[in-house]
């Protein structure tokens, strides 16, 4: 596990996309996990300014979605990174894998995408944020750290801090999501987080008890993972 700090939101998220940059540099053909979210949208940002000719083989995978919703849901997990990373970098189609969260058969997507990942030989990047209550995309708290995609019920706290992506309430009771082994497996996993409010989760999560309670707690045990912070996140650690 190697820590990297930054003096604030604009360094740290020009830094994680310079390291996912000199992946495709390195791997032009490479499978690509990025977060959703209000963190990630900063790497988003620096990835989209970027050389489109980077984009050209690669393959992107979804992380996660809220179960029942799509890219044409604002709010949505696709709907995020596709207007902030998919339609500015213009990346067809054929190079985007995500979970459809409207199947009625959601065990069969995660079998997919499972068996999708596992044929390109794995992850080459899978960038995730974490929760207050310690989930990684929507691994809640007592997910087995061996665990690949699968479908969560979300806790209350997950669905309380949800509704800040949509206009209006919206019931959000279950998520599909790349499981614990997929972070583990990734070649490059990295966990970014930003502002004080991430400062105790962060504490907890890389010098805490390493418990399947607190699932952020698996990077203690991922020595090629990269964990970026700000200042303010980093505060207590």
């Known amino acids: ?3 990297n700090t930054f003096s604030n939101y604009e360094t ?3 830094a994680t996309a310079n390291l996912i940059i000199e992946v495709l540099k390195q ?4 499978l690509i996990c990025i977060a959703s979210g209000d963190t990630p949208l900063g790497v988003c940002k620096f990835l989209a300014q970027a050389d489109k000719n980077l984009f050209e083989k690669c393959t992107f995978v979804g992380l996660d979605e809220w179960v029942g919703m799509d890219e044409n849901d604002e709010g949505s997990c696709k709907y995020g990174v596709y207007h902030h990373l998919f339609i500015p970098l213009n990346i067809p189609s054929e190079h985007i894998k995500f979970f459809d969260a409207k199947a009625q058969n959601l065990e069969l997507e995660c ?3 499972n068996e ?3 044929s390109r030989g794995g992850l080459d990047v899978m960038l995730v944020g974490v929760g207050m209550n310690g989930h990684i995309a929507l691994n809640e708290p007592n997910t087995p750290f061996g665990i690949y995609a699968h479908v969560s019920e ?3 706290v997950t669905k309380s801090v949800g509704q800040k992506y949509f206009t209006k309430e919206t019931i959000l009771t279950q998520g599909i999501t790349l499981g ?3 972070l583990q497996e990734a070649k490059m996993p990295i966990l970014i987080a930003n502002s004080s409010k991430k400062a105790s989760v962060i504490k907890t999560a890389l010098t805490g008890q390493i418990t399947e309670k607190f ?3 698996i990077f203690q045990k991922i020595e090629k993972s990269v964990i970026m912070l700000d200042l303010e996140t980093a505060q207590e650690l």
Do not use: N, R, V, Y
């Open 154 to 156: 979300l806790e209350e």
């Open 1 to 3: 596990m190697t820590i």
């Open 180 to 182: 614990l082994g997929h």
């Open 27 to 30: 791997k032009p053909d490479a």
């Open 111 to 113: 079998q997919k995408i």
């Open 12 to 14: 740290l998220s020009q």
């Open 215 to 217: 699932p952020a707690s």
């Open 116 to 118: 999708f990942i596992a």
